[in-house]
């Protein structure tokens, strides 16, 4: 009877620990390529789901998963990993395939080609949004896409802040 008991305590102590970290962190796994060469479909991720809550607001370059109103191929919520562009407020516009950030040509060092973003009029960031791109943008279903277009801050999930497999490619971000 004992053994039991000790077997139970063990349990109920590792749920209790399992609850306390997902209230904080969220594994994920990339089924996207919208995201490559920084994420590949397949990467297991950890995102921060209090970053914005505890610890700051959104920056420019954080990657980050948000909701939104998009059904996948099974017909469940879909959500998407994308790179932080502009802030609210900020102005973003493409010309030539490269990105500007309020007037001034941003440097991209994570792509993997420059000069590919298509084109784009400007748009002020409204209060409350950000403006979101994928690093492949060949593919990628981003702000400039009416179906998603700016991202409410609220349907954020969280902040990618580790890419845990594969083992070989392990990162802090």
Do not use: H
């Not at 950030?101 to 080609?113: R, S």
């Amino acid at each position: 009877m004992k053994n039991v008991l000790e077997w139970v305590k063990e349990i109920v102590i590792a749920v209790i620990i399992a609850a306390i970290i997902l209230t904080f962190i969220k594994p994920i796994v990339v089924r996207q390529s919208s995201m490559e060469p920084t994420f590949y479909s397949g990467d297991y991720i950890f995102i921060s789901k209090q970053a914005y809550r505890l610890f700051g607001e959104p920056e420019r370059g954080d990657v980050i998963v948000f909701r939104t109103d998009m059904k996948d191929e099974n017909n469940k919520d879909k959500n998407l990993i994308k790179r932080i562009i502009g802030l609210p407020g900020d102005t973003v516009e493409i010309i030539g395939g490269y990105v500007y950030l309020n007037g001034k040509l941003i440097d991209e060092p994570y792509l993997n080609e420059q000069g590919i973003s298509g084109e784009m009029d400007e748009v002020t960031v409204p209060d409350g949004k950000l403006f979101v791109m994928g690093d492949n943008r060949g593919v990628s279903q981003d702000s400039r896409d009416v179906l998603v277009g700016c991202v409410d801050e609220q349907n954020i999930l969280g902040k990618v802040f580790v890419r845990l497999y594969p083992f070989n490619r392990i990162e802090t971000f």
